[in-house]
């Protein structure tokens, strides 16, 4: 069907998935609509509402907007050399996605409709279009819509004002006094990413940060090393859903010398397919007892980042801990370490929720964008709160012309929150939509 008999697909994100589901659509000659919020219209929250001091967690040459470009951020900034495998700051990423939009409006002209709005519900009408209406009173319709919602822009149902439970929200650290004790949830990439904005505003205070396990990300290698495939009997005990087995292939082949970083790029590619053929009790088995550790390995953190961490911690302002929050009220927490028995009280004049929200089904059902969809079962949060119900290529079962991209199809392929998968997903679906 000629692409000018069709109505335009409707991408519900206007991030780095909207806008690399944009950019693939319009090179194959389709029409396309690109919704979000006027905050940082085709940046995202994760590049439009960094700081300076964060950085990227991939490498400069690593970072294009597509495919068959992977380099195209490191060629934009005109770098030369080792700087090209360096980790640059997430805001010259959301520069060069402000200009790779700008290209796109260049080039493609009435092609491509920006629209800075909200999305207040989503329906299906009787002719089988969807439906998207839009806080400025406009609506839309399509017989092909994505979402491309990512996780910094999904509020919470749950209101606690002493939480700050959406981290990323602008602003939201700005009403912390600069010589309160912080507790923030969580020892991951966004507990850092915290720690890093805190000190950029100027926060003097004690921040104590603490998890199951209290494990910090690792280092990134430099100069950077290759995968290390995985060895015949680890693949082997990943594809039974054996965990226990490929920890101890795991395990062998650390002490045979490979590094731990090499050892998970080497599955990287892998770990969609290993996912789905886990059951799945073997799936809440790892995310229980192996994704802390994975999550460490796996998610790792330039070396400049990592000396910030450890000259707060040499002068007592960060500690890092495995523990676990039971209360907390009026400038304290209650907190039970691991390994101790009794309760210990931690001042707290501010707490963080920096854990994510896997598993928080409510955040999904209050959603403005999925709220509809979820409530008459178009839309199916899967088992584990990771996402929503979705086919290995994205599309929603029952729904047709309805598809999920990035974040939102986490519960279905595990790997989908970086840059390298996002821009594959974008081709792929671009394809299919292309085909429609």
């Known amino acids: 069907m000629d692409s000018s008999d069709t ?220 995968p290390t495939s995985p060895s015949p009997a680890l693949l082997a005990a990943l594809e039974a859903g054996d965990l226990r087995a490929a920890v101890r292939e795991f395990r062998a082949a650390i002490d045979a010398g490979a590094a731990p970083p090499t050892l998970a790029d080497g599955l990287r590619a892998l770990i969609p397919q290993l996912w789905r053929g886990w059951s799945l009790p073997t799936r809440k088995c790892f995310l229980r007892h192996l994704r802390p550790w994975w999550d460490s390995v796996r998610h790792r953190v330039p070396r400049e980042v990592f000396a910030t961490l450890d000259r707060l911690r040499e002068e007592g302002r960060l500690q890092i801990r495995a523990g676990h929050l039971l209360g907390h009220d009026n400038g304290s927490a209650r907190i039970r370490w691991r390994g101790e028995r009794g309760d210990a009280m931690v001042p707290a004049g501010a707490v963080i929720d920096a854990t994510g929200w896997d598993g928080d089904r409510d955040r999904y059902a209050a959603h403005p964008a999925l709220s509809a969809l979820i409530a008459d079962g178009r839309l199916r949060i899967d088992p584990l709160g990771l996402g929503l119900d979705c086919a290995a290529d994205g599309s929603v079962p029952g729904a047709d012309g309805l598809h999920l991209i990035g974040f939102l199809r986490r519960g279905e392929c595990w790997e989908s929150t970086a840059v390298p998968e996002l821009r594959a997903q974008a081709a792929a679906l671009a394809e299919r939509l292309t085909a429609y």
Do not use: K
């Open 7 to 226: 109505l335009p697909v409707v991408i519900a994100g206007a991030g780095f998935c909207g806008l690399a589901l944009a950019a693939q659509l319009l090179e194959r000659g389709q029409a396309v609509v690109l919704i979000g919020c006027a905050a940082n219209f085709g940046r995202g929250t994760a590049y439009g509402d960094a700081w300076r001091e964060h950085l990227l967690n991939v490498p400069a040459d690593r970072m294009g907007l597509r495919v068959d470009a992977p380099a195209a951020f490191a060629d934009w900034l005109d770098l030369q050399g080792d700087e090209r495998r360096r980790f640059r700051p997430r805001l010259e990423f959301g520069d060069y996605l402000a200009h790779e939009l700008d290209s796109l409006r260049t080039q493609y002209g009435e092609r491509l409709r920006c629209i800075e709005a909200g999305i207040t519900a989503i329906t299906r009408d009787t002719d089988a279009r969807w439906r998207i209406a839009l806080d400025s009173g406009e609506t839309l319709e399509s017989d092909r819509l994505v979402l491309a919602l990512g996780a910094a822009n999904t509020p919470s149902a749950t209101t606690n004002d002493t939480i700050i439970r959406q981290p990323w929200a602008r602003d939201a650290l700005s009403n912390i006094d600069a010589d309160a004790p912080v507790l923030i949830l969580g020892t991951g990439l966004t507990m850092i990413d915290m720690v890093l904005a805190l000190q950029a505003q100027g926060h003097r205070g004690a921040i104590t940060a603490i998890s199951r396990r209290g494990r910090l990300p690792l280092l990134h290698p430099e100069p950077p090393l290759p």
